[in-house]
């Protein structure tokens, strides 16, 4: 099977596309070796001192080390890449917000056994989430290269659009890429980390947004300590959920922006709810023509 691969000067709208036909996208070379350099030697110290996984499901010869914004300010450049916030936008474009979901640099160490193939949509406590409705863009960032011996991200394409299944191995395919390129993929696709047959570690940098209303993987409020939130630009404060994630979630105090936090400003402001009539008016205005519709 071919795998699918989009030029570093694909659009969000064609990585959207070819999410919604595939679940998956693979965009070759879409940030420099510089940027990845940088990250690396931030980052590094911490992937040293993290321990290896506890169970099957994490890896017991796999590291996750997290806290990237406040461990790596180039991370901070990786998460805000216009490339990935675009497609993450368009994905998860029937919710009012989306908002970063987790950070985190996965190693695949020498003599890790392949992940078992799962949805990453089931961290939700195993909603079942309507089938149309993307709750989560995920992007594993190629920090090394990425080959199939080395334990490239098996997928399974298509399996989106599926009901829930149990896959083999030989049912997926390795997406096999360059460092600096990366693997976009839908909550709802089918995915493990591979085997790691190779003496090479391998390593990816998972940033992943999720829909602005559900609760985060990674705790961004609690890891990134608010002295360092406070010096960083109000975009990136914003994709990390210092912003309402629809109308109702995430106030501070008196009904107040979760920016005030941070930045208190000269005077205090209650949020402003014309948008819940208006949404409301929406509901009811689809309501009332969907009673319509069914009492002829
Ligand atoms: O590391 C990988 O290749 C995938 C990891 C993964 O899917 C997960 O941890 O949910
Ligand atoms: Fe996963």
Same mark, same amino acid.
């Given at each position: ?99 970063? *979901?987790? %950070?985190?640099?996965? &190693?695949?160490?020498?003599? &890790? ?58 049912? &997926? ?7 600096? &390129? ?25 940033? %992943? ?53 941070? *930045? ?33």
């Amino acid at each position: 099977m071919e795998v699918v691969h989009l030029p570093a000067t694909a659009t969000p709208d064609e990585i959207n596309a070819a999410l919604r036909d595939h679940g998956y996208a693979i965009v070759d070379n879409l940030v420099p070796a510089d940027l990845m350099d940088r990250i690396d030697a931030e980052m590094a110290p911490y992937v040293q001192d993290t321990l290896y996984g506890d169970d099957g499901f994490v890896g017991k010869h796999t590291k996750r080390t997290g806290a990237m914004i406040a461990r790596s300010p180039a991370a901070r450049e990786l998460i805000m890449n216009p490339t990935a916030l675009g497609a993450a936008g368009r994905l998860l474009e029937k919710a009012t917000t989306f908002q970063l *979901h987790l %950070t985190q640099i996965i &190693s695949v160490f020498p003599g &890790s056994k392949a992940q078992p193939i799962h949805r990453d949509q089931v961290a939700w406590d195993f909603f079942p989430f309507p089938q149309d409705y993307e709750v989560q863009c995920n992007i594993l960032w190629a920090l090394t290269d990425y080959t199939e011996e080395m334990g490239a991200t098996r997928v399974v394409p298509g399996s989106h659009l599926l009901p829930d299944k149990h896959y083999t191995i030989e049912e &997926s395919i390795a997406a096999e890429m360059t460092r600096g &390129s990366a693997l976009f993929y839908t909550g709802k696709v089918y995915h493990g980390a591979g085997e790691n047959r190779s003496d090479k570690v391998r390593q990816a940098i998972n940033i %992943t947004y999720a829909v602005g209303w559900v609760r985060q993987e990674e705790n961004q409020y609690l890891t990134t300590p608010l002295e360092v939130a406070r010096t960083l630009p109000e975009d990136l404060l914003k994709v990390m959920g210092y912003q309402m994630g629809c109308f109702a979630m995430g106030y501070v105090g008196d009904f107040e922006d979760p920016m005030t936090v941070l *930045h208190p400003p000269a005077e205090r402001k209650v949020l402003n709810t014309d948008i819940i009539a208006r949404k409301a008016g929406e509901a009811m205005d689809a309501q009332k023509l969907y009673a319509d519709s069914t009492a002829a």
